[in-house]
């Protein structure tokens, strides 16, 4: 009988293992949170979810929960027009490809690139995009085609001067995070597969256009609220339980 009671009633020490797991785990909820927030303007910024598993004892009892991964939602933002022909968005499936400063390759849905003083397209952060040609000098306009071609004016003559091409991955919700809108493939992700815009399921290139955010703001602050309330309640259980504790500690004495 005593061992059916202890299954059903936790002890003291197990409610605050709980409580102090669940504290743990809103905060770090909170930090997912906070940094989509900060990042809703920022041109195509993906957003994290927080996957949390519950954690149970021998006893298959309730014994707290911890933050299991993260994940990247991949789902497209909404555009926004631009003035610069290098600014390009992908209207579907697919990522830019940029070679980074140690030759590894890094993918991004941020196209926000620009031209720079060697003629090469390159991103915000300085890296070269990977396409097939060069834009040449004395150009006098630039126009990038939803199929990755890149075109140049020259004394009015339009000339095909390379193809952009985008890279899938099998699971893209997979890749590694390098920061500043980049992404390592990973064993997770599967490599990179190039492709053709417009073209066997891959997106469409489009120019004077930069993909928003997909943050969600007022699915975020909804979630924000939800967790800051969670918290509170975990922080008062915790309090009151530590305070039962203390009290049947003295009655002891």
Same mark, same amino acid.
């Given at each position: 009988?005593?061992?059916?009671?202890? &299954?059903? $009633?936790?002890?003291?020490?197990?409610? @605050?293992?709980?409580?102090?797991?669940?504290?743990?785990?809103?905060? $770090?909820? #909170?930090?997912?949170?906070?940094?989509? @927030?900060?990042?809703?303007?920022?041109?195509? =910024?993906?957003?994290?979810? +927080?996957?949390?598993?519950?954690? #149970?004892?021998?006893? #298959?009892?309730?014994?707290?929960?911890?933050?299991?991964?993260?994940?990247?939602?991949?789902?497209?933002?909404?555009?926004?027009?631009?003035?610069?022909? =290098?600014?390009?968005?992908?209207?579907?499936?697919?990522?830019?490809?940029?070679? &980074?400063?140690?030759?590894?390759?890094?993918?991004?849905?941020?196209?926000?690139?620009?031209?720079?003083?060697?003629?090469?397209?390159?991103?915000?952060? *300085? $890296?070269?995009?990977?396409?097939?040609?060069?834009?040449?000098?004395?150009?006098?306009?630039?126009?990038?085609?939803?199929? *990755?071609?890149?075109?140049?004016?020259?004394? +009015?003559?339009?000339?095909?001067?390379?193809?952009?091409?985008? =890279?899938?991955?099998?699971?893209?919700?997979? #890749?590694?995070?390098?920061?500043?809108?980049?992404?390592?493939?990973?064993?997770?992700?599967?490599?990179?597969?190039? *492709?053709?815009? +417009?073209? *066997?399921? =891959? +997106?469409?290139?489009?120019?004077?256009?930069?993909?928003?955010?997909?943050?969600? &703001?007022?699915?975020?602050?909804?979630?924000?609220?939800?967790?800051?309330?969670?918290?509170?309640?975990?922080?008062?259980?915790?309090?009151?339980?530590?305070?039962?504790?203390?009290?049947? &500690?003295?009655?002891?004495?």
């Amino acid at each position: 009988m005593a061992e059916s009671i202890n &299954l059903m $009633y936790p002890t003291f020490t197990n409610i @605050l293992h709980i409580s102090r797991s669940s504290l743990q785990a809103r905060l $770090y909820n #909170l930090d997912i949170i906070s940094n989509d @927030l900060a990042n809703v303007n920022t041109t195509g =910024y993906k957003s994290v979810r +927080g996957n949390f598993q519950e954690l #149970l004892n021998d006893s #298959l009892q309730n014994s707290g929960v911890k933050l299991d991964s993260t994940q990247r939602i991949m789902t497209q933002g909404s555009f926004q027009d631009s003035d610069s022909p =290098y600014h390009m968005a992908i209207q579907g499936d697919g990522f830019f490809a940029v070679t &980074l400063s140690d030759g590894r390759t890094a993918y991004t849905r941020d196209g926000t690139f620009g031209l720079d003083a060697n003629r090469k397209i390159v991103n915000a952060n *300085g $890296y070269p995009l990977v396409w097939s040609g060069q834009i040449p000098a004395n150009t006098d306009e630039v126009q990038v085609t939803p199929a *990755g071609h890149v075109m140049v004016s020259q004394n +009015g003559t339009w000339t095909d001067v390379g193809t952009i091409k985008l =890279y899938r991955f099998a699971n893209s919700t997979g #890749l590694s995070a390098y920061g500043k809108n980049q992404f390592l493939a990973t064993d997770a992700s599967g490599a990179a597969q190039a *492709g053709n815009p +417009g073209a *066997g399921g =891959y +997106g469409e290139v489009i120019s004077y256009m930069k993909e928003n955010s997909n943050v969600n &703001l007022g699915e975020e602050m909804t979630d924000m609220i939800i967790t800051q309330r969670g918290f509170q309640v975990s922080m008062r259980a915790f309090q009151q339980t530590d305070q039962m504790l203390s009290l049947a &500690l003295a009655l002891r004495r």
